[in-house]
């Protein structure tokens, strides 16, 4: 995590939190990036990430401050696209999900692989995948209850836009995610990991 990583990060997170729809909503959707800012400077000395883990944790952080500014149901860009191809819901909130498995795919596939977790790809891939399925249950659940806290900020917060079958197809999004991942960073992932292991600096 570098300088630029945190000045990119605090950039963000400020422009964010500058006249939110809606503060509480902004709360709960920048909450996950903050706990995750946490975790990165308290374990950053004995377990410093790979460049490639850092590099995404900070775009799923960024995906989860735009989504927190405007709401996952009014991002800009994403009602253009529906406008422009005549679509049903502004879809800003299944790039979150996507980003809820690819992100933490690679990050938990670290973790795994550098304590020796387990042994045989087969059995790593399947736990990733489980790992990032049980994170966006849990997630869902969050969302459950927030709503039942607050049914002001419940549509803002759920953006379910009418979707009855947003839940499960926000799951849906996260499995695609980590496997994508899986399938196209493993490679370049490994290496990465191969030259912490060997104490080698990172390009």
């Known amino acids: 995590m570098t300088k630029t990583w945190a000045a990119i990060f605090f950039s963000v997170l400020i422009w964010s939190a500058i006249n939110p729809k809606d503060y509480f909503t902004w709360l709960l959707e ?9 975790i990165l400077i308290a374990t950053r000395r004995r377990f410093s990430l790979t460049r490639l883990a850092y ?9 989860l401050m735009i989504g927190a500014h405007y709401t996952y149901a009014e991002v800009p860009l994403f009602n253009w696209l529906k406008v422009t191809f005549e679509l049903e819901r502004n879809n800003y909130d299944k790039l979150g999900h996507l980003a809820q498995g690819f992100i933490p795919a690679i990050v938990a596939r670290e973790i795994l692989i550098r304590n020796q977790v387990v042994a045989g790809r087969k059995w790593l891939n399947f736990l990733i995948i489980c790992i990032c399925l049980a994170i966006s249950a849990f997630y869902e659940l969050i969302e459950w209850f927030a709503a ?3 049914k002001e900020a419940a549509e803002s917060f759920l953006g379910t836009q009418g979707y009855m079958w947003d839940t499960q ?4 999004f996260a499995l695609a995610g980590a496997v ?11 290496r990465q990991i191969s030259k912490i292991a060997a104490g080698q600096p990172l390009p």
Do not use: F, G, K, W
């Open 148 to 150: 039942l806290v607050s």
């Open 169 to 172: 197809s926000d799951m849906a």
């Open 180 to 190: 994508s991942a899986i399938v196209t960073l493993s490679r370049l992932h490994d």
């Open 30 to 38: 920048t909450t996950p990036a903050l706990i995750a800012l946490i």
């Open 55 to 63: 590099n995404l944790i900070l775009i799923h952080s960024i995906l």
